[in-house]
T-cell receptor, first 113, second 114 residues
Framework: SQQGEEDPQALSIQEGENATMNCSYK?????LQWYRQNSGRGLVHLIL?????REKHSGRLRVTLDTSKKSSSLLITASRAADTASYFC?????????????FGKGITLSVRP | DVKVTQSSRYLVKRTGEKVFLECVQD?????MFWYRQDPGLGLRLIYF???????EKGDIPEGYSVSREKKERFSLILESASTNQTSMYLC????FGQGAKGYTFGSGTRLTVV
């Protein structure tokens, strides 16, 4: 069952522009994570934001979380052609021995040189 | 560099064959996961394990089984491969209780069943 849903499904921008990707989810969460996947490869963890945090930065990445709206956004500033990839949000509902992440369907980002 | 290693990048198997997909992690992680990824469907959890010899069904376990005899190794088994199991298979691992650093994924195995 999909918890997170990303929006838009696909995004095409020019190099140097900012890319904003959104994620909405349905139930209360412990944290939300963003992952990146280059074509034909595994996913790479980018950033995690906890439910009691509102904003987090990591390099050119900025993540926000609005628990009242059950939504998150990932902003990539000054995009580069190398940022071309698929981006997934994933929600983590609760800690515990058999807890797990639930992934959305992903956003395809194309950055034109 | 810590990693999750999947034994094959590409596999082609025949319908009805028994298929083993192997995953090994060197991070001493307690949790391990198998996902399949299909266009338009995203990642769907097949099985996961939070300890040696323990397993839990995910969202789509039908047609699959798993084995975790050692902490570092988690195997996905297709008992009798079918064409609808053609997919990208991704293995991941994480610390107990998921942890603050998220999952570490392998590079994936693209399985084609003919």
């Amino acid at each position: 069952s999909q918890q997170g849903e990303e929006d838009p499904q696909a995004l095409s921008i020019q190099e140097g522009e900012n890319a904003t990707m959104n994620c909405s989810y349905k139930t209360s969460i412990n944290n939300l994570q963003w992952y990146r996947q280059n074509s034909g490869r595994g996913l790479v963890h980018l950033i995690l934001i906890r439910s009691n945090e509102r904003e987090k930065h990591s390099g050119r990445l900025r993540v926000t979380l609005d628990t009242s709206k059950k939504s998150s956004s990932l902003l990539i500033t000054a995009s580069r052609a190398a940022d071309t990839a698929s981006y997934f949000c994933a929600t983590f509902v609760s800690p515990g021995a058999n807890s797990k992440l639930t992934f959305g369907k992903g956003i395809t980002l194309s950055v034109r040189p | 560099d810590v990693k999750v290693t999947q034994s094959s990048r590409y596999l082609v198997k025949r319908t009805g064959e028994k298929v083993f997909l192997e995953c090994v992690q060197d991070m001493d992680h307690e949790n391990m996961f198998w996902y399949r990824q299909d266009p338009g469907l995203g990642l769907r959890l097949i099985y996961f394990s939070y300890d040696v010899k323990m397993k839990e069904k995910g969202d789509i376990p039908e047609g699959y089984s798993v084995s975790r005899e050692k902490k570092e190794r988690f195997s996905l088994i297709l008992e009798s491969a079918s064409t609808n199991q053609t997919s990208m298979y991704l293995c991941a691992s994480s610390r107990f209780g998921q942890g603050a650093k998220g999952y570490t994924f392998g590079s994936g195995t693209r399985l084609t069943v003919v």
